[in-house]
């Protein structure tokens, strides 16, 4: 028995790294450190704008809880002024008779204002 040999073609590859000329010309590195220095001021400026975000909403949330307290210490200020010892007190102050009797006025057809 004999053996044949056969002939594979050989596939060589180039060994040296792919080249791409653009990667080295000057405007891409220009661009490319624009892109970078532009995200990095992006980042900053939302950074900023977040905490002063921040800042605004711990005044506004103290704000509310002063005019919390202050309306609750409004509410039982007339709580107080409405009670009936301190009307009493005021109509004794300012020297106020009770009424003894009470005239309405009903009215007619006669009373017509006029212009």
Known sequence: MSVT???VPQIRFNSRPLRLSWANSISFKVL????VASTFVFY????????????KTKDIEKRITRL???NQALELEA???QSNSKIQSRIDSLKM???DKVDYISP????????
Not at 32 to 35: A, E, P
Not at 44 to 55: E, L, R, Y
């Open 68 to 70: 919390k307290e202050q």
């Open 32 to 35: 490319l450190t624009m892109i």
């Open 108 to 115: 007619t057809a006669e009373m017509v204002a006029m212009k």
């Open 5 to 7: 040999k056969i002939s």
């Open 44 to 55: 900053i400026v939302q950074a900023n704008t977040i905490s002063t975000q921040g800042f």
């Open 97 to 99: 008779v009770a009424v």
């Open 79 to 81: 709580a107080d002024l």
